[in-house]
């Protein structure tokens, strides 16, 4: 079985904002067309448009529902790899395929070495292995090492793909080990949470919850109306008020 290494200087992941994210699949997509090529491609997709479609991505945004009726919101839920500390994917795997870099915490898939066991996909409680069927290995999130570490980008744009494509901008990438970095501070002052933490994994990656004013704003809002006006009545925007005012600011970021 594969060994972790001690903890490095640095734990890089990422800070995703429920908050914000509208659920478009920007990430998703963007994270499959990088990595269809380099250390991670292709991400084989096998009858895509067929009764049974099966496919690699790192990347999968999960909808769900937060409350009921009027007052009820949409909560999108990106889901990728977490880069655990203590990475169960890692410390089972029979060929040292999987492995984690001291350096960064980053956890990666040596496809070289992957014989197709699926035992990393077992032990990953957050379902963020893939596997492979046309390859027959698994593959997973990278943080897109090929952009991150990247000499010839300017350091501004050394980010995964899911990061650099959100319209939203709630995506956010940086050193989680520094409590002085941009992502630890939002981490802070937001409350940011380790999805089942209980569990003893130790995730890199965090998510914010929704933000608690927003949430009381929606929930001391009217009901929206049941029909719309006609697009002649619509009010402009100063005008708008509770849910509908909600809505309007979502929509203008």
């Given at each position: 079985m594969t060994t972790l290494p001690p903890p490095g200087p640095k734990r890089l992941g990422l800070v995703i904002d429920l908050d914000t994210c509208v659920g478009c699949h920007a990430c998703a997509v963007s994270c499959k067309q990088w990595n269809d090529g380099g250390i991670t491609g292709?991400?084989?997709?096998?009858?895509?448009?067929?009764?049974?479609?099966?496919?690699?991505?790192?990347?999968?945004?999960?909808?769900?529902?937060?409350?009921?009726?009027?007052?009820?919101?949409?909560?999108?839920?990106?889901?990728?790899?977490?880069?655990?500390e203590d990475a169960a994917c890692v410390t089972v795997c029979p060929t040292g395929a999987s492995w984690k870099r001291a350096e960064d915490g980053i956890v990666l898939v040596n496809p070289d070495t992957c014989i197709g066991c699926k035992?990393?996909?077992?032990?990953?409680?957050?379902?963020?292995?893939?596997?492979?069927?046309?390859?027959?290995?698994?593959?997973?999130?990278?943080?897109?090492?090929?952009?991150?570490?990247?000499?010839?980008?300017?350091?501004?744009?050394?980010?995964?793909?899911?990061?650099?494509?959100?319209?939203?901008?709630?995506?956010?990438?940086?050193?989680?080990?520094?409590?002085?970095?941009?992502?630890?501070?939002?981490?802070?002052?937001?409350?940011?949470?380790?999805?089942m933490a209980e569990l003893g994994y130790r995730p890199v990656n965090r998510y914010l919850p929704p933000r608690r004013e927003r949430m009381t704003q929606l929930a001391a809002s009217p009901a929206v109306p049941s029909v719309a006006p006609p697009a002649d009545d619509v009010p402009p925007a100063a005008a708008l008020t509770g849910f509908l005012a909600w809505v309007d600011r979502m929509l203008s970021r």
């Open positions: 292709p991400l084989t997709d096998r009858e895509p448009y067929g009764a049974d479609p099966l496919g690699v991505w790192f990347n999968r945004v999960h909808a769900y529902e937060a409350g009921e009726g009027a007052r009820g919101r949409t909560v999108h839920f990106p889901r990728s790899c977490l880069h655990c035992l990393c996909s077992w032990a990953c409680p957050y379902g963020a292995r893939e596997y492979d069927a046309t390859e027959g290995v698994m593959k997973k999130c990278t943080l897109c090492i090929d952009r991150i570490e990247d000499p010839a980008r300017p350091e501004a744009e050394r980010v995964p793909a899911c990061v650099a494509t959100c319209p939203a901008g709630a995506r956010h990438f940086g050193d989680l080990a520094d409590p002085a970095s941009p992502v630890s501070v939002l981490v802070v002052a937001r409350e940011g949470y380790a999805p």
